[in-house]
């Protein structure tokens, strides 16, 4: 798995944006995905998941409603479409793969595969 993530950018509060992740490997399809999220001086979060069939999502409370995650295993990519922005989800965003088991909901200490990460900047 070699994940290759994009989409961010500079957008005023209210804006949308959507990062795209892709893999250039062949086992994109067994994989739980996640987006998470790294802020100047705080630890990377976990923000949304989506299980290997693409059946099940998993938000944290901040985002729900506003973001959403979906993936198409023949293009071998994981979208974050997030709408609504605000300032405090100012942050650079990562994508990771993990084992199935862990369903949508893959932690952060699980990943086993990380994109380079996408700055994403919310202005007020």
């Known amino acids: 798995v070699q994940l290759q993530a994009s989409g961010g950018g500079l957008v005023q509060a209210g804006g949308s944006l959507r990062l795209s992740c892709a893999d250039s490997g062949r086992t994109f399809s067994s994989y739980s995905m996640g987006w998470f999220r790294q802020a100047p001086g705080k630890e990377r979060e976990f923000v949304a998941g989506i299980n290997w069939g693409g059946s099940s999502t998993y938000y944290v409370d901040s985002v729900k409603g506003r973001f959403t995650i979906s993936r198409d295993d023949a293009k071998s990519t994981v979208w974050l479409q997030m709408d609504n922005l605000k300032p405090e989800d100012t942050a650079i965003y990562y994508c990771?793969?993990?084992?199935?088991?862990?369903?949508?909901?893959?932690?952060?200490?699980?990943?086993?595969?990380w994109g380079q990460g996408t700055q994403v900047t919310v202005s007020s």
């Open positions: 990771g793969a993990g084992s199935s088991r862990w369903s949508d909901r893959l932690p952060k200490s699980r990943v086993n595969f």
